[in-house]
């Protein structure tokens, strides 16, 4: 019986000593067929840079509004010249035509013939159309890429496209990207923040710009 005791704690230890570089090659080989965070990958950092050097532009679409039970699409002209922005939003026949002209730290509002200024665009566009519309962020939201103003969460889809930013309490998705040349850009921007429920969706988005001319 000793002897036999002896035998199988021998093939027991055997077993330990065999096992254990086995299971770690094992892990080791898990951790290199892990593929790196979305974030970190190559066709997310190429689009970024690209967008973030796309300071000059023009789009063209509609907007739908819905906020405080209330609803309304009226089109959308935005040019942005590096830091300098000029958005027209118009109802049908050029109704409530309003013109927004800013740059960061000042803004002005014209619209049914008075012209209104402010420090920042988003608490007078609130006060004199009724709904929200964050221009600050959204300048870099409606092309796909995060605000550098606070840390935002990113999702991507299985081709590496960023599709989710989750920033600042507002949630945007992008799709129906678009390639204009070297650059994709979405044709659907949506966003929704809880908070006093609403949304923004921009819809059959046009762009231009000189770094969108095709190659």
Request: glycine share 6%; with cysteine; charged share 20%.
């Amino acid at each position: 019986m000793n002897t036999l005791l002896v035998q199988d704690n021998s093939l027991k230890a055997i077993a330990r000593v065999v096992a254990g570089p086995l299971l770690a090659a094992g892990l080791l080989s898990a951790c290199s067929t892990i593929a790196p965070p979305a974030e970190e990958n190559s066709d997310w950092a190429r689009q970024r840079d690209q967008l973030q050097n796309l300071d000059s532009w023009e789009l063209r679409g509609r907007v739908n509004v819905r906020y405080d039970n209330e609803s309304h699409t009226p089109r959308i002209n935005w040019l942005q010249q590096n830091v300098e922005y000029h958005i027209s939003l118009w109802g049908t026949f050029n109704a409530g035509n309003t013109q927004i002209v800013g740059r960061p730290g000042y803004v002005t509002l014209e619209n049914d013939g008075e012209t209104l200024t402010a420090n920042s665009p988003e608490e007078l566009i609130l006060q004199q159309l009724g709904y929200e519309l964050p221009i600050s962020q959204l300048n870099y939201w409606i092309k796909g890429l995060p605000s550098p103003d606070s840390e935002p969460q990113l999702r991507f889809n299985e081709l590496n496209q960023l599709t989710t930013i989750e920033q600042a309490d507002w949630t945007i998705n992008l799709s129906d990207m678009r390639q204009y040349g070297p650059i994709s850009l979405p044709r659907r921007v949506e966003l929704t923040r809880p908070r006093n429920d609403i949304r923004l969706r921009f819809i059959g988005l046009n762009w231009t710009a000189d770094e969108l001319a095709e190659e």
